[in-house]
Structures are given as structure tokens and as C-alpha cells.
């Protein structure tokens, strides 16, 4: 069952409250990079079978991976059912535990552009999503999917008004949102880092911390899929770099 960019946007937005109480985030790596995992840099003319896409669309241009939203809201017509947007998505499947990923991205009119944790035999979450990282001009947003806006049974809590206060207290924690100063310009590559090393994502963007999370669904044990999103139209990604990692 594939994701409905309502629910995939919930935990963004669910979190906007906690801007004012961000913890500090470290100034130093969480994580030691150990064996190299995984890399591409595009220098091709398709994507091959390194990548297998979830949501369209993805296409290599100029050596770089594009992604651009294909798939937006419409209504039932003509006997077909109803289409729901969702952002574009792509995987690779690179089982971690602790990792770090290193990736360019340039913004070429993208609202946001991600990375995020898989594990498809997982169940407690929806379609066995474990934690992100999206990164828009304005912010950076660190989610904790498993244990948050995800998880199934805070996911059918939404459906019981009983159940409002138990659902809040369940998801407080569960993603931030760090504002970014100067807002990042279109056009123009920059270097992301996400670091994941037991119960905790650091992200820094071109050497400068940018966020920072601590929550229980990061120490999630098997990892085993990686997917890069790209929401609206058009975002890059490039020299995308995974290692193993220790904790420093």
C-alpha cells in the first residue's frame, strides 16, 4: 500500500509547535563513517537497477538524478477512482543500522527534498516507514515515523475523538522543525549529511549542524531501504554516498 502525500505531510506539519523548544544540535559528527555501503554519481544515461522507483518520476540529466511530482490530486471522472498526489519517490535497497549518507541537492523550483528509512517487512508503521530527513528553502524537518505520524496505532487513533489527548502525547517529540537563515537559493547544489547512529539523526548542510532529533523509532534495527523524495517540481540529487557508521 503505497503512501497519500496528506499522510506523508502530517508529520511535518503536526510538529511545527515544537520550533520553540529545538534542542541545541551538536557541533560535532554523532557518527564515525566506517565500511562505504553504497554510491552513485549519475554519470550515466539511466537510472539502471541500482534504483527502483515508488512514486514517478525520476530521470538522469546532465549526470544528475531529477525528480519532479507527477502524481497530483484529482478527482474520480470517467469510472476511475480518485488519484491522491504524493511526492516523487525513489529506492535503493541498502540495509544500515547506524549510517551516514552524504547527497547533493539543488532545488530547480522543488518544495522540499528528502531522505528517508524503509523497512517494507516492518508493520507497525505504515508501508514500514522508520524516519526522514526532508529539507525545504526555508527549513530542515527530522521525523521519527516509526513511533510517530507512521505508526499504526496512532495512525487509527486519529479516527477516535476519545483518543485526541493520548494521540498527542504520543507523537510530542516525534519530528522538528529547524528553520534555516539564509533560506536556501534555488539553483544552487548544496551538500546534505544525514548522520543516524543509535536513537538519534544529526543533518548538517555544506558542513553546517542544521538539526537534530532523539527518538526511539531512529534506533529502529534494520534499516533496510533508502529512498530519496522530491516534492513539486524540479529537485537533483547527486554523488550519493552511504557508510556503515560507529558512534564517535
Same mark, same amino acid.
Given at each position: 500500500m503505497r503512501r497519500f502525500l496528506s499522510l506523508y505531510f502530517f508529520a511535518a506539519s503536526a510538529f511545527a509547535a515544537d520550533a520553540q523548544k529545538l534542542p541545541e544540535v551538536p557541533s560535532e559528527a554523532i557518527g564515525k563513517p566506517m565500511e562505504l555501503l553504497f554510491a552513485d554519481n549519475f554519470e550515466r544515461s539511466e537510472l539502471g537497477e541500482k534504483w /527502483?522507483?515508488? =512514486?514517478? @518520476?525520476?530521470?538522469? *540529466?546532465? /549526470?544528475?538524478?531529477?525528480?519532479?511530482?507527477?502524481?497530483?490530486?484529482?478527482?474520480?471522472? &470517467?469510472?476511475?477512482?480518485?488519484?491522491? %498526489?504524493?511526492?516523487? =519517490?525513489? %529506492? @535503493? &535497497?541498502?540495509? @544500515?543500522?547506524?549510517? !551516514?549518507?552524504?547527497?547533493? !541537492?539543488?532545488? *530547480? /523550483?522543488?518544495?522540499?527534498?528528502?531522505? *528517508?528509512? &524503509? &523497512?517494507?517487512?516492518? @508493520?507497525?508503521?505504515?508501508? %514500514?516507514? !522508520?524516519?526522514?530527513v526532508q529539507v525545504k528553502p526555508n527549513a530542515v524537518i527530522l521525523v521519527d515515523q516509526r513511533d510517530g505520524g507512521m505508526n499504526q496505532e496512532i495512525r487509527q487513533m486519529a479516527n477516535d475523538p476519545a483518543k485526541k489527548a493520548e494521540r498527542a502525547a504520543r507523537l510530542a517529540g516525534r519530528g522538528l522543525t529547524f528553520p534555516l537563515s539564509p533560506e536556501l537559493e534555488q539553483s544552487k547544489w548544496y551538500t546534505l549529511v544525514l548522520e543516524t547512529v543509535g536513537d538519534a539523526m544529526r543533518a548538517s548542510i555544506d558542513g553546517k549542524p542544521v538539526g537534530y532529533l532523539k527518538s526511539s523509532g531512529i534506533a529502529h534495527p534494520t534499516k533496510s531501504k533508502i529512498e530519496l523524495n522530491c516534492g513539486s517540481k524540479d529537485g537533483y540529487f547527486d554523488d550519493v554516498k552511504i557508510w556503515n557508521a560507529a558512534s564517535k
Open positions: /527502483g522507483a515508488v =512514486v514517478p @518520476t525520476f530521470t538522469i *540529466e546532465r /549526470g544528475a538524478l531529477k525528480g519532479t511530482q507527477t502524481r497530483f490530486d484529482a478527482p474520480a471522472m &470517467d469510472g476511475k477512482a480518485p488519484i491522491k %498526489g504524493h511526492n516523487a =519517490v525513489i %529506492g @535503493t &535497497d541498502v540495509p @544500515t543500522k547506524d549510517s !551516514i549518507i552524504e547527497v547533493k !541537492i539543488k532545488f *530547480e /523550483g522543488a518544495t522540499s527534498l528528502s531522505v *528517508e528509512f &524503509d &523497512d517494507r517487512n516492518f @508493520t507497525g508503521s505504515h508501508y %514500514g516507514h !522508520i524516519c526522514l
